[in-house]
Nanobody, 122 residues
Framework: QVQLVESGGGSVQPGGSLKLSCAASGYTMRGRCMGWFRQSPGKDREWVASVSFGGEATNYADSVKGRFIASQDNVKNAAYLQMNSLTPEDTAMYYC???????????????WGQGTQVTVSS
């Protein structure tokens, strides 16, 4: 049974940083894609970033490019999202997702974590 568990969310002031982690069990990340998505109340779930090939291939939404860094540790079977220069607009529930191929669409990922809340406010 595939299980993805996110951690690392919390509250932070604007300009601050957080690092999200996604631990996978029953699933091997090697050679596959890990995606990060976020969802704010009343909004659709949106793609944030994806990472594959042990972190060698990464892609980011324009809204986070230059501020967020996605990485992957195939030994620990974990993925990470380092979030810097956070703004209130980054406030959302963040989800990690796993799939065979990288996609910016939620339907591209069959496996999802339960989410971790990130709140950015002063």
């Amino acid at each position: 049974q595939v299980q993805l568990v996110e951690s690392g969310g919390g509250s932070v002031q604007p300009g601050g940083s957080l690092k999200l982690s996604c631990a996978a069990s029953g699933y091997t990340m090697r050679g596959r894609c890990m995606g990060w998505f976020r969802q704010s109340p009343g909004k659709d779930r949106e793609w944030v970033a994806s990472v594959s090939f042990g972190g060698e291939a990464t892609n980011y939404a324009d809204s986070v490019k230059g501020r967020f860094i996605a990485s992957q540790d195939n030994v620990k079977n974990a993925a990470y999202l380092q979030m810097n220069s956070l703004t209130p607009e980054d406030t959302a529930m963040y989800y990690c997702a796993a799939g065979a191929f990288c996609s910016t669409a939620t339907v591209g990922f069959p496996y999802w974590g339960q989410g971790t809340q990130v709140t950015v406010s002063s």
